[in-house]
T-cell receptor, first 114, second 116 residues
Framework: AQTVTQSQPEMSVQEAETVTLSCTYD???????LFWYKQPPSRQMILVIR??????QNATENRFSVNFQKAAKSFSLKISDSQLGDTAMYFC???????????FGTGTRLKVLA | DTGVSQDPRHKITKRGQNVTFRCDPI?????LYWYRQTLGQGPEFLTY????????KSRLLSDRFSAERPKGSFSTLEIQRTEQGDSAMYLC??????????????FGPGTRLTVL
């Protein structure tokens, strides 16, 4: 079975500091896609960053970057210069190339402290 | 560019009643997805449409659940004879057929269902 594991239910970080959220996944496929989504309190989920498994280069989007370790099946999210608006649930998601359904982890609740 | 919209945002119903939710995807998106999210969990896939065709259904989608996308635009999700275990957030997402299964899905705000 394909699974996504987020082992940190809650984290906190001081404003302007850096935090890393971890995610591991399990699949027997070689071609797949990985995503991090952010779900602010009472607001809809928005895409933070995505990574194609065939790309060795780690994806970056402004203050957000990933550390993709394909052999270890690890996909962590680094948030630099944390801002109060980064406070949210963060979900790691995975999709195989042969299907159209995301498999989500259970999420990490991140709180940025002033 | 308007995003994915869902209606209603909140629904409270009594056990045994039927409920229907609506999702309007981003206008040019041909793929539409329904997910269910319970408290403390990530979203779980329910079903997926490409245009008007329902191509995949999760085993989570019992016989009491039915989804339609009659003209390949908006979609409805109906739950018949609701049970307390149906209480959850129902999320809709849409995507544009481009690079294949890795197309980014854009989520709506969800419909929170409470079954009393």
């Amino acid at each position: 079975a394909q699974t996504v594991t987020q082992s940190q239910p809650e984290m906190s970080v001081q404003e302007a500091e850096t935090v890393t959220l971890s995610c591991t996944y399990d699949t027997s496929e070689s071609n797949y896609y990985l995503f991090w989504y952010k779900q602010p309190p009472s607001r809809q989920m928005i895409l933070v960053i995505r990574q194609e498994a065939y790309k060795q280069q780690n994806a970056t989007e402004n203050r957000f970057s990933v550390n993709f370790q394909k052999a270890a099946k690890s996909f962590s999210l680094k948030i630099s210069d944390s801002q109060l608006g980064d406070t949210a649930m963060y979900f790691c998601a995975f999709i195989n190339s042969g299907t159209y359904k995301y498999i989500f982890g259970t999420g990490t609740r991140l709180k940025v402290l002033a | 560019d308007t995003g994915v919209s869902q209606d209603p945002r909140h629904k409270i119903t009594k056990r045994g009643q039927n409920v229907t939710f609506r999702c309007d995807p981003i206008s040019e998106h041909n793929r539409l997805y329904w997910y269910r999210q319970t408290l403390g969990q990530g979203p779980e896939f329910l079903t997926y449409f490409q245009n008007e065709a329902q191509l995949e259904k999760s085993r989570l989608l019992s016989d009491r659940f039915s989804a339609e996308r009659p003209k390949g635009s908006f979609s409805t999700l109906e739950i018949q004879r609701t049970e307390q275990g149906d209480s959850a957030m129902y999320l809709c997402a849409s995507s544009l057929d481009g690079t294949g299964a890795g197309d980014t899905q854009y989520f709506g705000p969800g419909t929170r269902l409470t079954v009393l």
